[in-house]
């Protein structure tokens, strides 16, 4: 299936090779670029089912129930896991300092158990489960909320190792302070302005 009209990757190959381009949500002008916004459906109607004239939303709804009162489809809800963004199933990286706890909240580590350290592991491949091997480290990750008295378990997955390059910049700022202390917030403020955005991807790639 294509959209030209209204997805920007098929609008491009369409252009490319002279394919027609048909509007079939209003709003924008898919004769200059392709539109991906909501609108009024236009252009999309058959002998058996029309959607013209209705607000995207409702056009779904109705095209879905159509489909599966035909048995030609069904609504289906996907879910994309991006946690692999920044989360890793390994032992090797920086700990997540978040407790899960027993009534399903998550309570994250004070600053004065900061920083997490990785437990000793003598075994480090895959736990069995879909947890990193952090999770056969079963005295560290067990814990108990000392606020709530509620059992808890350490999350079990670790930052990417480039979290931890991410603040370098700002130890060079701040190097007589010791490692394991705070990076003095008036040094930062002094150095950098509250504008300043470092984009670390461009360095991180190459």
């Known amino acids: 299936m294509a959209v030209p009209g209204h997805d920007e990757r098929d609008y491009t190959f369409a252009r490319k090779y002279a394919l027609r381009i048909v509007e079939v949500v209003s709003g924008g002008d898919v004769h200059t670029e392709a539109y991906v916004g909501?609108?009024?459906?236009v252009n999309s109607a058959n002998s058996e089912v029309s959607l013209n004239g209705l607000p995207t939303p409702e056009a779904k709804s109705r095209i879905i129930a159509w489909l599966t009162s035909r048995n030609l489809g069904?609504?289906?809800?996907?879910?994309?896991?991006?946690?692999w963004l920044f989360s890793r199933q390994r032992y090797w990286g920086e700990p997540i300092p978040i407790v899960h706890l027993e009534d399903g909240t998550m309570q994250p580590?004070?600053?004065d158990e900061l920083p997490l350290l990785l437990p000793d592991l003598k075994k480090f491949q895959?736990?069995?489960?879909?947890?990193?091997?952090?999770?056969?480290?079963t005295d560290w990750v067990t814990v108990v909320d000392p606020e709530t008295g509620l059992n808890g378990r350490r999350e079990t997955n670790t930052m990417p190792q480039w979290a931890g390059s991410c603040w370098y910049y700002l130890r060079f700022i701040d190097r007589p302070t010791p490692v394991h202390c705070a990076i003095r917030r008036w040094n930062v403020s002094g150095c950098l302005s509250t504008s300043t955005w470092v984009d670390r991807s461009m360095q991180y790639f190459t």
Do not use: N
Not at 38 to 41: S, T
Not at 74 to 83: E, I, N, T
């Open 126 to 137: 895959p736990s069995g489960t879909t947890e990193s091997p952090l999770a056969l480290a």
């Open 74 to 83: 069904s609504a289906v809800v996907q879910f994309k896991l991006r946690d």
């Open 109 to 111: 580590l004070p600053e």
């Open 38 to 41: 909501d609108g009024l459906a």
